[in-house]
C-alpha cells in the first residue's frame, strides 16, 4: 500500500479544512505532508484525522508539517474538565501540548496538577 493512500484521510482534512500550498510527498519510505492552515481549527482538523489513524502518534512513516498562516490567532481554547480526567489524558487531545502546558496556563486556578475537579474550565495553550 502506497503511503498516499494509507493516509489518505488526513490528506483529504488538510483540503477540506482549507489547508494552503498542500503537498504530499513520498520520499525514502516516509510521507511528508506540508502546508499552511488558515487557522487553528483547520490545523487540528488535520492533527485529529492523523490521530483516528495513530493514537499515540508513533507513526514514522509520515511527517506532518502544517503550520499556522500569518496573522491566524494562536490563542487559548477553553475545556471542560470531566470526570476521569487528568492533565496528562487532556493533553493527549491537543498535539503538542503536554500536561505541564495546561497547568502553567492555569496556575490561577490550579495549586496541584494533580488536583482538577469535573466543571472547572481549564485554558488549553495553543501551538
Known amino acids: 500500500m502506497a503511503l498516499k493512500d494509507k493516509y489518505a484521510d488526513v490528506i483529504l482534512a488538510a483540503n477540506s479544512a482549507g489547508v494552503a500550498n498542500l503537498q504530499a510527498t513520498e520520499q525514502e519510505g ?29 507513526a514514522s512513516d509520515i511527517v ?12 487559548t481554547v477553553e475545556y471542560e474538565v470531566k470526570s476521569g480526567d487528568n492533565l496528562s489524558k487532556i493533553a493527549k487531545n491537543y498535539p503538542g501540548v503536554s500536561w505541564k502546558d495546561i497547568f502553567e496556563a492555569n496556575k490561577d486556578q490550579i495549586k496541584d496538577p494533580n488536583m482538577i475537579h469535573p466543571g472547572q474550565k481549564l485554558k488549553i495553550p495553543t501551538v
Open 30 to 58: 516516509v510521507l511528508y505532508v506540508t502546508g499552511t492552515a488558515p487557522s487553528l481549527a483547520a490545523k487540528d482538523q488535520v492533527w485529529h484525522a492523523f490521530e483516528k489513524l495513530d493514537p499515540e502518534y508513533r
Open 64 to 75: 506532518l508539517n502544517i503550520s499556522l498562516a500569518e496573522g491566524a490567532a494562536a490563542a
